[in-house]
């Protein structure tokens, strides 16, 4: 058995330490590894896997979407996102997965203590990560998820995937934002605002004055470990919560597929994010 994460870049990604983490707590010799692999050469890393003992993989940018149509069977979840961050060999077959979703949802609960059942989140973005994070949410039994993006079509497509109603497409002006936070009791940041490299940082943070007490906010950025979004949530007293904690429940749910059996998942989180600790980032 052996194991990697592909993509490109994919050289920095935390998954192989990761995986190895949880693979030595369970006592597993297993390889996992990174493999770059470029944008059109899918079909020749499966051959390539298949022929080299390589039972499981994670995928990143920019694979997660063109995957779906070379695997042999996608997961309904994975397919209502439109995109797969794990596939595994089982029976001579490729089968994807989409864990990021519920790896956000149970970040939540770990992290928080939040069950987002009976919730209104306002979130934003209609990216990638927010397709599988507002899917998983609307799975989750929230009462209501505003989708709040830069571009209205991206909204409108995400929440058209969801046939529950229960996710609302909604405008990124300071006005509908602050509209959108007053109801909600926890607000997401799935874009790329305020991550290391990007040249964009929000307008104003007033939307953070509109979320009533008690509410929090969760980045999924985890690079810077704060964001000025959560220096700011902070600042107004508001819970917090960075993207590592999904980063790893995201990992232990690829794990289990990857090993098809439940995992003490509690105890495979405690020792993957031991080596995203300060002194292993
Ligand atoms: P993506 O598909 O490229 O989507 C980016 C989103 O950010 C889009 O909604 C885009 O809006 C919005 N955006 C970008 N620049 C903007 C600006 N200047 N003003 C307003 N909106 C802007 O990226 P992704 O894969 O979804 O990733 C989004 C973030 O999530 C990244 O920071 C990534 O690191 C993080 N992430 C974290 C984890 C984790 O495990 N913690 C997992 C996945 C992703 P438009 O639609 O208008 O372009």
């Known amino acids: 058995m052996k194991l990697q994460v592909i993509g490109d870049p994919v050289l920095h990604s935390k998954s192989p330490a990761i995986h190895t983490a949880m693979l030595g707590a369970l006592g597993l010799d297993v390889p996992y590894t990174a493999r770059v692999v470029r944008r059109g050469e899918l ?33 309904p979840a994975a397919q ?33 203590g939040l069950d987002p059942a009976g919730r209104t989140v306002t979130l934003l973005g209609a990216g990638g990560a927010a397709r599988a994070v507002a899917l998983a949410l609307s799975q989750a039994g929230t009462e209501r998820v505003y989708v709040c993006n830069r571009t209205a079509a991206r909204a409108e497509e995400l929440c058209a995937r969801d046939p529950s109603g229960r996710l609302t497409p909604a405008a990124f002006d300071g006005a509908t934002l602050r509209k959108c936070a007053a109801r909600s009791q926890l607000l997401m940041n799935c874009t790329n605002l305020g991550m290391e490299g990007c040249p964009s940082q929000f307008e104003n943070f007033s939307f953070l004055d509109a979320l009533p007490p008690g509410a ?51 105890a495979m989180a405690v020792a993957a994010a031991k080596v995203l600790a300060p002194s292993g980032q």
């Open 43 to 75: 079909s020749q890393y499966l051959i390539w896997a298949r022929e080299n003992g390589v039972t499981g993989f994670n995928a990143t940018m920019p694979h997660k979407e063109d995957l779906i149509p070379l695997l042999d069977e996608v997961d």
């Open 80 to 112: 209502t996102v439109g995109a797969v961050n794990t596939v595994c060999l089982r029976d001579g077959r490729w089968m994807g997965f989409n864990t990021d979703g519920a790896g956000a949802v149970a970040a939540l609960q770990d992290g928080l």
């Open 216 to 266: 929090a906010v969760f980045d999924l950025i985890y690079h810077p470990n704060q964001t000025e979004l959560l220096a700011q949530a902070k600042r107004r007293g508001l819970k917090t919560l960075n993207g590592l904690p999904m980063l790893v429940w995201q990992a232990v749910l690829a794990l289990e597929r990857f090993l098809n059996r439940p995992l003490d998942r509690p």
